[in-house]
Nanobody, 124 residues
């Protein structure tokens, strides 16, 4: 299974970042698989943003919940992230990842599938 992020690299403050993760070699509806978005700001650690489960249910990092939506397109085997009202502090490399349920969503080692990451820069 491979996962690949796509989306715009530059976004202006107050706008919405929209990223898509395309999954190949497996289905996003496979039982007990969870599909996450994470990010790593420059010079900082990995931050988990949220997931969408095989069932379609979602769960978000409480610190980002008010600005985050994760959805899916099962016909194209993709899941997407929308992060609203961005600021320069949202500048980061954004990753999509997948794997079984874990108590350590923030830990890269918890995931079976990991994308190469896409740089998102928030700047006017």
């Amino acid at each position: 299974v491979q996962v690949q992020e796509s989306g715009p690299g530059l976004v202006k403050p107050s706008q919405t970042v929209s990223l898509t993760c395309t999954v190949s070699g497996g289905s996003i509806t496979t039982d007990y698989h969870y599909w996450s978005w994470l990010r790593q700001p420059p010079g900082k650690g990995l931050e988990w943003i949220g997931y969408i489960a095989y069932s379609g249910s979602t769960y978000y990092n409480p610190s980002l919940k008010s600005r985050t939506s994760i959805s899916r397109d099962t016909s194209n085997n993709q899941f997407s992230l929308q992060l609203r009202t961005v600021t320069p502090e949202d500048t980061a490399v954004y990753y999509c990842a997948g794997g079984p349920f874990t108590s350590k969503w923030y830990n890269r080692a918890s995931y079976d599938y990991w994308g190469q990451g896409t740089q998102v820069t928030v700047s006017s």
